[in-house]
């Protein structure tokens, strides 16, 4: 028997918020925005310098691994990369602050270092892009230089 063929006694059984419905339910995802921005997006290279098109404020998915809590991330998205997003945490969210001031729209049109760095995502370990961000924090006129440098050798 399948679950939209059996009888519905009021919700006793595993099945209770789909009983009596008729009908499945249409689930949504939280979250859900554009695809994320991904070393292979980007050539593979170890590093890339984009420009910010937009900035969004969004809860992630995964509770942090010191706070159990979920945490607010920074959502960019570029120019160079449409319709594919980037999450940051607080370091990159720092490293944007340290450069560019602590109000987001300020950010917008502004060109920023990425690096390929191999991180833990859910408890997986994932190669991503992310904001370079050391500290001290990284001299990003040197970075952004040598990314406008190598962009002009790749013809970009």
Not at 59 to 64: D, I, K, L
């Amino acid at each position: 028997m399948g679950w939209d063929d059996r009888e519905s006694d009021g919700g006793s059984d595993r099945f209770g918020a789909m009983q009596g419905q008729g009908e499945p339910m249409k689930v949504q995802r939280p979250n859900v925005g554009q695809p994320t921005l991904k070393p292979a997006d980007l050539g593979n290279r170890q590093a890339a310098v984009l420009t910010i098109a937009k900035v969004d404020f969004r809860q992630s998915n995964f509770a942090s691994e010191r706070s159990g809590e979920k945490e607010t991330k920074t959502v960019l998205e570029f120019v160079e990369a449409e319709g594919k997003e980037l999450w940051i945490g607080k370091r990159g969210t720092s490293a944007l602050i340290d450069h560019y001031g602590d109000e987001s729209d300020k950010w917008l049109g502004k060109p920023v270092p990425l690096i390929r760095a191999t991180v833990s995502v859910g408890g997986r370990q994932s190669t991503v892009m992310q904001i370079a961000a050391g500290d001290p924090p990284l001299d990003w006129d040197g970075v952004l230089a040598e990314g406008k440098k190598r962009s002009k050798k790749e013809g970009k």
